[in-house]
């Protein structure tokens, strides 16, 4: 009788641990959050691009990893929560590549799109540029966004390098010869204002990176 005290004791326990959070039932490979309604979406997404897994360790990836092998394979170790399980697959989308199972570098990771895109975006948007910073800065965006792209590339079905290079190219010639023609006709707008010219200005990089 005790030991069925005890095993009913520990079974609420778990389930009062599972209740006490407002994590779903765990599902292997699906989105956390429901994909019909657009706040679920937006938590999705928010999931994705999470900065805080840039900064999990070798060892807590192993563990995560090891996790989801144990569902998988039901030998889960009792106690163990939805939100753990989440927490677990949310650690291994972000750093393992799904079709590879290889880590992505850091800086082309999603979670790491803003922390390493924002200060490309805050150069695309300094005022007063020239020729040459202009350049650099398109260069830099396109780029990034083609590592980006590359690393969380869909492997199963493997594409010719050359063609990543020739839309990687188009991408660069065509966001340079925008922003600097913009910025040539913008220049030789004689009935703007300086005032009026710099406003322009600063809108030219929208255009350029589209």
């Given at each position: 009788?005790?030991?069925?005290?005890?095993?009913?004791?520990?079974?609420?326990?778990?389930?009062?641990?599972?209740?006490?959070?407002?994590?779903?039932?765990?599902?292997?490979?699906?989105?956390?959050?429901?994909?019909?309604?657009?706040?679920?979406?937006?938590?999705?997404?928010?999931?994705?691009?999470?900065?805080?897994?840039?900064?999990?360790?070798?060892?807590?990836?192993?563990?995560?990893?090891?996790?989801?092998?144990?569902?998988?394979?039901?030998?889960?170790?009792?106690?163990?929560?939805?939100?753990?399980?989440?927490?677990?697959?949310?650690?291994?989308?972000?750093?393992?590549?799904?079709?590879?199972?290889?880590?992505?570098?850091?800086?082309?990771?999603?979670?790491?799109y803003i922390p390493f895109g924002t200060p490309i975006v805050v150069g695309l948007l300094l005022p007063n540029q020239t020729l040459a910073s202009t350049v650099f800065w398109?260069?830099?965006?396109?780029?990034?966004?083609?590592?980006?792209?590359?690393?969380?590339?869909?492997?199963?079905?493997?594409?010719?390098?050359?063609?990543?290079i020739q839309g990687y190219l188009g991408a660069v010639i065509s966001a340079v010869s925008i922003a600097v023609g913009l910025n040539v006709l913008v220049q030789k707008a004689?009935?703007?204002?300086?005032?009026?010219?710099?406003?322009?200005?600063?809108?030219?990089?929208?255009?350029?990176?589209?």
């Amino acid at each position: 009788m005790a030991d069925t005290a005890t095993t009913a004791s520990a079974a609420a326990a778990a389930s009062a641990a599972n209740a006490s959070t407002d994590a779903p039932p765990f599902q292997l490979g699906k989105p956390r959050f429901q994909q019909t309604s657009f706040y679920g979406r937006f938590r999705h997404f928010l999931d994705i691009i999470d900065p805080r897994t840039l900064f999990v360790t070798e060892r807590r990836l192993r563990e995560a990893v090891q996790l989801l092998e144990d569902y998988k394979h039901g030998t889960l170790r009792p106690g163990v929560t939805n939100e753990q399980l989440w927490s677990a697959q949310k650690i291994k989308q972000a750093i393992l590549h799904p079709d590879t199972n290889e880590k992505i570098f850091m800086p082309f990771r999603m979670s790491g799109y803003i922390p390493f895109g924002t200060p490309i975006v805050v150069g695309l948007l300094l005022p007063n540029q020239t020729l040459a910073s202009t350049v650099f800065w398109q260069w830099l965006n396109q780029s990034h966004n083609a590592c980006v792209n590359y690393a969380n590339r869909n492997a199963t079905k493997p594409s010719p390098v050359s063609k990543f290079i020739q839309g990687y190219l188009g991408a660069v010639i065509s966001a340079v010869s925008i922003a600097v023609g913009l910025n040539v006709l913008v220049q030789k707008a004689n009935k703007f204002t300086p005032a009026t010219r710099l406003l322009v200005q600063r809108f030219v990089p929208f255009p350029a990176v589209d």
